[in-house]
């Protein structure tokens, strides 16, 4: 069974950091792009960074140069490390690789 859980959400104050994980397991982790998106409350969920099988990123304009997306293949995990967040980058965040969606965990930005 294929299956994605992220952690590492939690409230934070404007400026604050924090670092999301996506462990992966039941699937092949290496061969896969992975994605992170997030959905605000009442907005479509969109994306916000993705990574290639050989660790190309790639980063939706307003998180570029605060966000960092890797992954360690030997720990089935991808990473997003978020930094000097915004209040509009309170969301829930998902990952997704291989057609698969995780549950999400929620990002709050607020003082």
């Known amino acids: 069974q294929v299956q994605l859980v992220e952690s590492g959400g939690g409230l934070v104050q404007p400026g604050g950091s924090l670092r999301l994980s996506c462990v992966a397991s039941g699937i092949t982790f290496s061969i896969f792009a992975m994605g992170w998106y997030r959905q605000a409350p009442g907005k479509q969920r969109e994306w916000v960074a993705g990574?290639?099988?050989?660790?190309?990123?790639n980063y939706e304009n307003s998180v570029k140069g605060r966000f960092t997306i890797s992954r360690d293949n030997a720990k089935n995990t991808v990473y997003l490390q978020m930094n000097s967040l915004k209040p509009e980058d309170t969301a829930v965040y998902y990952c997704?690789?291989?057609?698969?969606w995780g549950q999400g965990t929620q990002v709050t930005v607020s003082s």
């Open positions: 990574i290639s099988t050989g660790g190309i990123t």
């Open positions: 997704n690789g291989a057609n698969v």
